[in-house]
């Protein structure tokens, strides 16, 4: 019976410990939301409506440009259209795997699919993009590397367009939705087809691109 006393007393000191933490986290000295996950919605897109930005590294929004800007977060792995500290339209996406595939010719050589974190700017935007595949493609593959440039070619991959941001870095399409929202790609920014189309139209030549 004193062991049932005690364990009902430990756990009922553990919910009022619970409750406490929830309420000193769910508060702030001046109402301002401490997350920014608290103020990105759920949902895969946020469009027509601008939604208060409370980043989690003050940081960034000091140094946010003042015009609009795109910001990819890799570890939600979500693209947002922002204009200072405001989100314009948001969307679920896939970025790097960090995964490690070896040269099989050079044991020295090798490949990291990460997503480059940093500042980077929108360089280049096409429709209809063809993906001209890289050694490490046909050697994920199993296939002899080809020698002839037209034989690296491949389209209806990325989807209806690309924004490039430079090193051979995309914001494109993808085949495999059913992956948004997971780190699978090779470093590329994947998106789904109406999200796509929305960041190709509204994001111009030009645009800063910041990428944690």
Avoid at 183 to 192: A, D, F, P, Q, S
Wanted: some cysteine; glycine content about 10%.
């Amino acid at each position: 019976m004193t062991r049932c006393l005690y364990r009902h007393s430990r756990v009922t000191l553990l919910l009022s410990l619970l409750v406490v933490l929830a309420t000193t986290l769910g508060a702030s000295p001046t109402g301002t939301p401490k997350r920014a996950t608290t103020m990105i919605p759920v949902t895969t897109k946020t469009q027509g409506e601008e939604i208060p930005f409370y980043p989690s590294s003050p940081g960034l929004l000091a140094t946010a440009p003042k015009g609009l800007y795109l910001v990819v977060d890799t570890a939600q792995n979500r693209v947002s259209l922002r204009k200072g500290n405001r989100i314009l339209y948001s969307a679920v996406a896939s970025t790097g795997s960090g995964a490690r595939l070896q040269d099989p010719r050079n044991p020295t050589h090798g490949w990291v699919f990460d997503t480059p974190r940093g500042v980077f700017t929108i360089s280049s935007k096409i429709k209809n993009p063809s993906w001209n595949k890289p050694d490490w493609a046909f050697i994920e593959e199993g296939q002899p590397i080809p020698t002839q440039t037209k034989d690296r070619i491949e389209t209806g991959v990325l989807g209806d367009y690309a924004l490039g941001f430079g090193k051979g870095y995309f914001i494109h399409g993808t085949l495999y939705t059913r992956m948004l929202g997971t780190n699978v790609t090779h470093g590329c920014i994947r998106l789904g087809d109406e999200p796509l189309e929305y960041v190709f139209h509204h994001v111009p030549l030009g645009t800063t691109l910041i990428i944690f």
